[in-house]
């Protein structure tokens, strides 16, 4: 497997090494004179040697450039991440999900290796990969391996209830991932259980927490706060500060399933909820995009409707989502009263979904007033 990726991003040519944050800006001629190297299968140039030593005090092996380097081709779509839901399937049954009913389906094997190989030819340089919980896929780890294998530095967001097994720690060992996003709902036994609805699931978690610090692998941890674990905010902090030192983020506020089904609004701790950052537009549709089990690819993972089918349609039906993202920032929908809809600094899709769930307006509304 390569050690260094060399590619084009959104305008921009990198140096990355795969499962490590830093990385090295390079100008286009290097780039080429790269791409070069790898097709005349001359050895690295002198500067590339000196940029990974004080990058990563990583010297490069003797011998070909391409052994060691993977340089990725440019692409025509300008796209750079994307998110993949393998599956929607999911060992836990928390109340607040915001995927809602959560079937265990997706592609078979070979179209999980077409889908990877498009994202790979649209310019997906960062790819997340997500479920339901995708680490009970039984083909993760052949996605995960055949994904890195083209150039992409993969993302996980897991709720940690395989990281215990070995043959994930192995996994991850030999090829380590950009970052282990993990989800943290309790910090005893008793409440992280009941929350996930799963027994010994808190054992299983902290098992796969310990081995995963053991192993210095790049965990961030989510820390969910529900009306059922608010009590634990203090202590779920102090795990993650003192038994592990991960970074973490505290998410208080949640939405509802992307059908726009109210029940997660009911597991919110109110005590604990925060205005919502106001909206300042992003790059959904534009240079990135999410696609669901069944290779349905979106502007992102609210705005679900409309899509275009990358299975039936090819790699070219991503030129659309750009207008899609364009539209969905207009529609009005629930708000079309609003005198202030003109400067509206909530993002529409998710606005959406609350004026379907309910339409309560204080837990999107930037302005206020409401449209006064």
């Known amino acids: 497997m390569h050690k260094l990726i060399a590619s084009p991003f959104l305008g921009q040519y990198l140096v990355l090494r795969p499962g490590h944050a830093k990385g090295i800006g390079i100008p286009e001629t290097r780039y080429e004179e790269l791409r070069a190297a790898v097709t005349d299968g001359r050895p690295a140039p002198p500067w590339l040697g000196e940029a990974t030593e004080a990058a990563w005090k990583m010297p490069l092996p003797s011998g070909s450039l391409g052994d060691a380097v993977l340089v990725r081709d440019p692409s025509p779509y300008g796209y750079g991440k994307a998110s993949w839901e393998i599956n929607l399937g999911c060992d836990h049954d928390c109340g607040f999900c915001y995927l809602g009913e959560k079937r265990f389906e997706g592609l078979p094997w070979d179209d999980k290796v077409r889908l990877l190989t498009m994202l790979r030819d649209a310019g997906v340089l960062w790819l997340q ?13 052949a996605a995960y391996e055949y994904a890195t294998g083209l150039g992409m530095m993969i993302q996980i967001s897991t709720n940690g209830s395989q990281l215990h097994k070995p043959r994930m720690q192995e996994l991850f060992a030999r090829l380590r991932p950009y970052r282990l996003t993990v989800s943290l709902y309790g910090a005893t036994g008793e409440t992280y259980d009941a929350v996930t609805r799963n027994r010994g699931a808190f054992d299983r978690f902290t098992r796969g927490l310990d081995a995963s610090r053991g192993a210095g692998l790049p965990v961030r941890l989510n820390i969910v706060v529900a009306e059922e674990n608010a009590h634990e905010v203090d202590d779920m902090v102090r795990l993650a500060e003192d038994r592990w030192g991960f970074p973490y983020q505290v998410f208080t506020n949640m939405s509802p399933t992307i059908n726009g089904e109210v029940t997660p609004l009911v597991s919110q701790a109110q005590k604990y909820i925060r205005p919502r950052r106001i909206f300042t537009g992003c790059n959904a549709g534009h240079t990135f995009f999410h696609v669901d089990p069944h290779g ?15 299975m039936t349609e090819g790699l070219d039906a991503l030129s659309r989502l750009s207008g899609i993202a364009e539209s969905l920032q207009l529609r009005t929908g629930g708000c079309s ?5 003109g400067t509206c600094r909530t993002c529409r899709p998710l606005a959406k979904l609350y004026q379907e769930a309910g339409d309560n307006r204080s837990l999107y509304c930037q302005h206020g ?3 006064a």
Request: charged share 20%.
């Open 129 to 141: 990969i997500t479920g339901g919980e995708a680490l009970i896929d039984r083909e993760f780890a």
């Open 296 to 310: 349905i690819a979106s502007i992102c993972k609210i705005g679900r409707d409309p899509s275009v089918n990358l």
């Open 337 to 341: 009263g609003c005198t202030k809809v």
């Open 369 to 371: 007033g409401y449209g």
